[in-house]
């Protein structure tokens, strides 16, 4: 929804190029270039990767720091810890779980339940798994996911509402891993990576899209502001040229 929001505001909807994965980034004199999955390339004076725990700009900014400055990036950085996975999902509204929010603690696990739009109902199940999993983030099938809903199926979101419940009005769902990291450094010459991509954190907050807003805005602020403060003549904002090493 907020995406969309987004999207509606920006005066020119044609800078926006959707399917465009990211297969190699390339520095080049004076700015940067990427390539993407369908053999385009595009030049930029930075590049912002954007793109998650699994950032493809990441894996491309450690490879070219590897080359060009050996030990720039720790090696301890590459192994991502995974210690918790989450089911979560949207059900139909229900009689027994009234507009409200409802956390629930059990023993490895905890739920966080709360009602949305048309009183649809978003809930996520938190689990600890047995081994703390390191490196490659694990991925999981529906099987999987069928196989921890059973386990927990008897747990009660209320006196009256128990999971299984919930799940059966689930109109959708998913089971993903839940890795935590704060990566040491994020950026590297003409190239910077934010949110997920450099720090990932817990979904229980509920606030990754917040956190990744404010992360794009805050370099473009802090330039602006010191240039104020200076009481500089000029009117122009920053430009990505403001960032040049």
């Known amino acids: 929804m907020i995406i969309q929001v987004l999207y509606d505001k920006l ?11 990211v297969t190699e980034v390339r520095q080049s004199t004076g700015g940067v270039e990427v390539v ?12 912002v990767g954007a793109d998650g725990i ?8 450690w490879r070219l720091a590897d ?13 991502i810890p995974t210690e918790y996975c989450c089911i979560f999902g949207i059900s139909r509204p229900s009689e027994k779980f009234p507009c409200s929010t409802q956390n629930v603690q059990g023993r490895n696990n905890s739920y966080l339940v709360l009602t949305g739009p048309d009183h649809r109902i978003y809930w996520f199940l938190f689990k600890k798994l047995p081994v703390t999993a390191y490196g490659k983030i694990p991925r999981y099938t529906k099987d999987q996911e069928d196989a921890l809903v059973a386990e927990h199926a008897s747990d009660h979101i209320t006196d009256t509402l128990t999971f299984g419940e919930l799940y059966a009005l689930r109109k959708t769902s998913t089971l993903q891993a839940l890795p935590e990291v704060v990566f ?3 950026h ?7 949110g997920d991509a450099a720090h990932k954190v817990s979904l229980a907050g509920l606030r990754g899209i917040t956190k990744l ?3 794009v805005v805050q370099p473009y602020q ?7 403060n200076r009481r500089c003549r000029s009117s122009r904002r920053p430009t990505p040229r403001s960032f040049q090493p």
């Open 11 to 21: 005066p020119d909807k044609s800078k926006v190029l959707t399917n465009k994965g």
């Open 36 to 47: 993407t999955a369908d053999g385009e390339t595009y030049h930029g004076d930075i590049l």
């Open 54 to 61: 699994h950032s493809t700009v990441r894996e491309e900014m």
């Open 67 to 79: 080359q060009e400055t050996p030990g720039y990036f720790p090696v301890s950085d590459r192994s």
């Open 184 to 186: 040491s450094k994020w």
């Open 188 to 194: 590297y010459n003409r190239i910077i990576t934010i």
């Open 213 to 215: 807003i404010r992360l």
């Open 222 to 228: 802090r330039p602006w502001r010191k240039q104020r």
